[in-house]
């Protein structure tokens, strides 16, 4: 008979980790709802949000750039981005400085498209999240203190 299996927790619900887990994939089904109409996956709103924040700062974003904004692996953006560009959502041309990098910029169609999913989703949130009320933005502020915390460098 195999050993009794022990948990440090008396129960999921104790466990941070595993509510994490379920909230993400209850958001995760939530976003694929609303994205799937636009022609997009989470994955890609993510990538197209980011380069849309970062071009509010800057004219020359790059890949690395976005891979970093969004806190996601570089090769997978590379992935991502050409399947942007196939969707005609951004382009991407020569760096004016880096032969080795390309500026990544959204086209009318993609910006068209991430402000529609910008507001899809942020209505979306708003919804999912509205059970915290008042303790939204101490959530908030916990979620970021927790990324920064456990940012790879």
């Known amino acids: 008979m195999p ?3 022990q948990f440090n927790f008396k129960s999921p619900q104790d466990s941070p980790g595993y ?17 799937d ?6 994955t890609q709103f993510v990538l ?3 380069l849309g924040w970062l071009s ?9 750039d976005i891979a970093n ?15 942007l560009v196939k969707k005609k959502f951004i382009t991407r041309e020569e760096h004016p400085t880096d032969t080795r990098a390309k500026v990544i910029k ?20 708003i919804q999912f999240f509205s059970i915290l009320g008042d303790n939204l933005s101490v959530f908030n ?3 970021a203190d927790i990324i920064e915390q456990n940012k790879e460098e």
């Open 56 to 64: 509010k700062k800057t004219e020359v974003v790059t890949q690395v």
């Open 106 to 125: 959204l086209t009318k169609e993609g910006a068209e498209i991430l402000q529609t999913a910008l507001t899809t989703v942020e209505n979306t949130d």
């Open 37 to 42: 109409p636009l022609n997009l996956t989470q």
């Open 19 to 35: 509510l994490l887990g379920q909230v993400t994939i209850l958001w995760q089904r939530r976003l694929k709802k609303v994205l």
């Open 141 to 143: 502020k916990n979620m």
């Open 48 to 50: 197209l949000a980011a």
């Open 3 to 5: 050993k009794e299996i």
């Open 69 to 83: 904004q969004s806190n996601t692996d570089r090769m997978m953006v590379s992935k991502v981005l050409r399947t």
